[in-house]
């Protein structure tokens, strides 16, 4: 059954679990004390560190290991801003980061640096951004991931940590999607890591503060990790989650060459295989081992559970798979299409015969999907035009109504109006603000806006063609 | 190789062990994901809140698993206070909290309860204290121990969550010590526990908060544990950690029984077999597996190094001992001797044999430290007294030297100065500060307090007998 969601969590490596297994025996006492089963704890810890260190590219004493990666990045953004006060308390990030980056950073007053379609900030908003604002308020730091974990899209890390030591910004990189192929080839100033998203077990992430690299823990006093987080140290995990860093390093290059294949295979066949579908993020600078979808008209919960049933495990930035009623974040800031979203995250050994397999049931799956939600068969296909009901100015009302359902409204309702009618949308779908003008560019109609409405917002699109 | 230091860190339970493996291979997905891995995780995790709930004596919705006992502390301590602004900023604790507790609310306004020789608070000195402060500052939150981490001594938790209640004071129990023996038989508002002191794995602490009590989490947003504690879920380590509550509370009363009698024999003959020992918490209300006693002109880290030789793990909270040159908060509270500090804390199955080899090998172990630090051989015999050289005021100039060598100055000048002698003690030690006094109190003689020296302190004591 071939589990497809590595970037959500992977499964533990062989390594990881003969390591742990090891050191729930030799590792389970206080690293602080004396006596033997202590000193043989602290053995553990600084081994560790200095394999995690190695592969991060650190030194030992700049790395701390904390409970999980989301940790790691509310520790790091609140230590890093908190010791610059003086410079301003203002958080430059990209549009797309990690939820993590973007609730801590939501402490302070934040700058969201715009991505593109591919879902890549450009390197020129970025440095823009690093200068005071409009009010004077300075930037105390910037937050930049190494790639997305939605898109598999990298981001100009370089250039961006470029800009940065220019205008004397410190810069965190959320690497927690790339570290299982490489360290971040930049000069960050701090880093965040998640060891579940690289084979390692869960309970630990890593955040590295480059020596120099003011830093002020803002939480209550501790004296593990050098006081930067707090509580007694998982020490059999961290064992296991250097372990599997090392073990995943060396197995990286290979298998970042075979995944890319298996992913270009995905992103060059679904398009033909399944109609209406726009691949999402940058088809070159990317993630190896990720691809993401959407599929119009479908609904994305239904299609995931369809896939589980069919054997796939897959993930979603669809409102209508999150509790919060709203599409990704990621998708959002892209633009893109958010309908029927599917992310694709190859875990490392997955079997070229299990992506053949997916691509051979998602058609039919996807087919099953629209025709229960009623999807129009095909393209609106520009011909005789109805000249709808409704004089000039006819409405759809899909109020009340979820993801894809208004935007399967309009498109079953355009194709019976003249070229040149203006067709209202109305719905308080979040989706809908994301997936009409998604649409509207995939089948060359023109987005007009959207205006308020007495219940929700009336979105306004003229049929050209 | 006996481990005598439960109380820091226990092995883990075989039922952990066993769980946390088939926890590792059915539960390291993302618990809040819809396809079968995840359902799986999900399942998993919410057997392992039933079963620590039931334990613990709550709804399993009213707890969240955090990454540590000190997390679920820090964690409980500001979101009740922050809740409850209104109410006051105050922090009622007493004195021998865990420093996670103490430096938790430190970040509040904080009144200390006092503590007696045995290292229990007075109900009515709680009571007391859960009313505004003289300059009208209301208390939000109330924090006691169930059971204290260094001496075992059982506080009044029935009687002050009486006195709370009244005061409608929110009280949070740290019940991290007692939790493996029983749940809390009081009513508490929020407690927080940590799974590697009951044979757990590390990386796993428990908060509870009871429905209907205000509370504010404090950091960044975050959708896990209800919003009460970031970050991806340790879940192998969470499933071994309730099954391994099970498993501790099912041998609890057996083991409560058999471990009792241990500790009571080393109460009982130590002090025989020891020369000027002070035994110190409650004899009768404490855990069943802890005790503590202190030995007169004995460096604490040389006898703790001394005992791992001869294969005896152990803590102490003499000052020579932690990096922070002060001897343990709860012997200072409670007023009794640092110098020469041995916790002994016996794991579940700790063999009545081990218990023996050590009350055999103590005396000598003991002897030979005292010797090294040219301790006096016996205790100050009352007798001729020689008439000191400088005339009457004789002074111990003990600067510079460490704990235990202030005392052992002192205690061989005494008996060389007529009675009605006043000495006077110059140390910069902060362990002086605490020992003087309770070496007066072992031998009779009388403690005159302490004033400001040119450096350091001077402390004056008389001869009396």
């Given amino acids: 059954m071939p589990y497809f969601d590595a970037a959500s969590s992977?499964?533990?490596?062989?390594?990881?679990?003969?390591?742990?297994?090891?050191?729930?025996?030799?590792?389970?006492?206080?690293?602080?004390?004396?006596?033997?089963?202590?000193?043989?704890?602290?053995?553990?810890?600084?081994?560790?560190?200095?394999?995690?260190?190695?592969?991060?590219?650190?030194?030992?004493?700049?790395?701390?290991?904390?409970?999980?990666?989301?940790?790691?990045?509310?520790?790091?953004?609140?230590?890093?801003?908190?010791?610059?006060?003086?410079?301003?308390?203002?958080?430059?990030?990209?549009?797309?980061?990690?939820?993590?980056?973007?609730?801590?950073?939501?402490?302070?007053?934040?700058?969201?640096?715009?991505?593109?379609?591919?879902?890549?900030?450009?390197?020129?908003?970025?440095?823009?951004?690093?200068?005071?604002?409009?009010?004077?308020?300075?930037?105390?730091?910037?937050?930049?991931?190494?790639?997305?974990?939605?898109?598999?899209?990298?981001?100009?890390?370089?250039?961006?940590?470029?800009?940065?030591?220019?205008?004397?910004?410190?810069?965190?990189?959320?690497?927690?999607?790339?570290?299982?192929?490489?360290?971040?080839?930049?000069?960050?100033?701090?880093?965040?890591?998640?060891?579940?998203?690289?084979?390692?077990?869960?309970?630990?992430?890593?955040?590295?503060?480059?020596?120099?690299?003011?830093?002020?823990?803002?939480?209550?006093?501790?004296?593990?990790?050098?006081?930067?987080?707090?509580?007694?140290?998982?020490?059999?995990?961290?064992?296991?989650a250097a372990a599997s860093l090392r073990a995943v390093r060396a197995e990286a290059a290979a298998e970042a060459v075979r995944l890319r294949g298996l992913v270009d295979r995905i992103r060059a066949r679904v398009p033909g295989l399944v109609p209406d579908v726009e691949v999402v993020g940058d088809p070159v600078r990317r993630l190896p081992h990720l691809v993401t979808f959407s599929c119009l008209y479908v609904d994305g919960e239904t299609l995931l559970h369809e896939l589980d049933r069919a054997g796939f495990s897959v993930s979603s930035g669809s409102s209508c798979t999150s509790s919060t009623l709203a599409p990704s974040h990621v998708l959002r800031a892209m633009g893109v299409l958010s309908e029927g979203n599917v992310r694709v995250s190859l875990p490392p050994g997955t079997e070229s015969a299990d992506v053949d397999r997916f691509l051979a049931v998602l058609p039919e799956l996807v087919a099953g999907v629209r025709a229960k939600a009623g999807a129009p068969a095909g393209p609106a296909r520009p011909g005789a035009g109805e000249s709808g009901g409704a004089g000039g100015s006819p409405v759809v009302d899909a109020l009340g109504r979820r993801c894809p359902i208004p935007v399967i409204e309009l498109a079953k309702l355009l194709p019976r109006v003249p070229v040149g009618t203006t067709i209202t949308v109305l719905s308080d779908d979040e989706a809908a603000r994301l997936d009409i003008p998604a649409w509207c560019e995939m089948r060359g109609q023109e987005y007009l806006g959207e205006r308020p409405s007495d219940r929700g917002t009336a979105y306004l699109v003229r049929r050209v063609s």
């Fill in 10 to 240: 992977a499964p533990l490596h062989p390594v990881a679990r003969q390591a742990l297994l090891a050191a729930l025996d030799e590792g389970w006492a206080d690293p602080a004390r004396l006596y033997r089963e202590g000193r043989r704890a602290r053995l553990l810890l600084d081994a560790a560190r200095e394999a995690a260190a190695e592969a991060v590219g650190c030194r030992p004493d700049e790395l701390t290991f904390t409970p999980s990666g989301t940790r790691a990045v509310h520790l790091g953004v609140s230590g890093a801003v908190s010791a610059r006060r003086r410079a301003g308390r203002r958080v430059v990030v990209s549009a797309v980061e990690h939820s993590s980056v973007l609730h801590a950073a939501g402490r302070f007053a934040v700058t969201e640096v715009p991505v593109d379609r591919l879902g890549r900030v450009s390197e020129s908003a970025f440095a823009g951004a690093l200068g005071p604002d409009a009010s004077g308020e300075g930037v105390a730091l910037a937050c930049l991931q190494s790639a997305n974990h939605e898109t598999g899209t990298e981001q100009p890390v370089a250039e961006v940590a470029g800009a940065c030591r220019e205008a004397g910004v410190p810069l965190l990189v959320d690497a927690a999607q790339s570290l299982a192929w490489g360290p971040v080839g930049a000069e960050w100033s701090l880093l965040a890591g998640s060891a579940h998203k690289w084979g390692g077990p869960a309970g630990v992430g890593l955040l590295a503060v480059r020596k120099g690299v003011r830093f002020a823990p803002q939480e209550p006093a501790d004296e593990r990790e050098s006081g930067r987080s707090a509580g007694f140290e998982n020490l059999p995990a961290i064992v296991a």
